[in-house]
């Protein structure tokens, strides 16, 4: 047994580490995609209940040229005013789920849907408030809150004015 190593111990193994490149910074925006999908819910939202009027433009001002023909189709074949309402109306049933559509038709309707949503606040078009969904949930909860206190309210008061049986009520002296 002798201490000289074999040439099995002699073998050296060289292993290089490669790092893992850091990845690139993100350009930072606004708004994330998650963001714009909940302002467009909370738009098409309010505007489904009633809370906010848009006025579409008519068809004297698709003519002329405004950001607002520029941003919505002009077909001289259809009237101008119904084209625009019924693009809109395919653009929610796309976003709704009512109209089927790819993945990425879904998100290009809500990117478009958003962009009419800058357009008519930026042209004073929407007319209202766009509550967003919890704040409506809020709102809800407060009154029903109220409603129940009112209740309670009555209760007490109709429990503390009610005479008492039995007993006289004392004559004012």
């Not at 002798?2 to 580490?17: A, G, Y």
């Not at 690139?24 to 925006?29: E, Q």
């Not at 290009?108 to 958003?114: L, N, T």
């Not at 969904?133 to 709102?139: E, P, S, T, Y």
Request: proline content about 7%; overall charge positive.
């Amino acid at each position: 047994m002798s201490n000289q190593p074999s040439s099995e111990d002699k073998k050296i193994i060289s292993v290089r580490i490669k790092r893992k490149p850091e990845p690139a910074a993100d350009p930072s925006v606004l708004y994330s995609k998650e963001e714009i999908r909940k302002f467009v819910s909370e738009f098409v939202s309010s505007w489904i209940r009633g809370d906010i009027i848009i006025r579409f433009p008519t068809a004297a001002e698709l003519a002329k040229k405004t950001p607002l023909s520029i941003a919505f189709p002009n077909d001289p074949s259809v009237s101008a005013e119904l084209k625009i309402k019924e693009h809109y109306v395919d653009l929610l049933s796309v976003v709704a789920g009512i109209k089927p559509a790819s993945a990425d038709e879904q998100e290009k309707a809500i990117q478009e849907v958003f962009k009419m949503l800058l357009m008519f606040r930026s042209a004073n078009r929407i007319e209202g408030k766009i509550l967003s969904n919890d704040l409506a949930k809020r709102i809800e909860k407060l009154e029903e809150t109220t409603k129940n206190q009112a209740k309670l309210v009555d209760q007490i008061t109709g429990f503390l004015f009610t005479p008492k049986k039995g007993k006289a009520p004392k004559p004012a002296s």
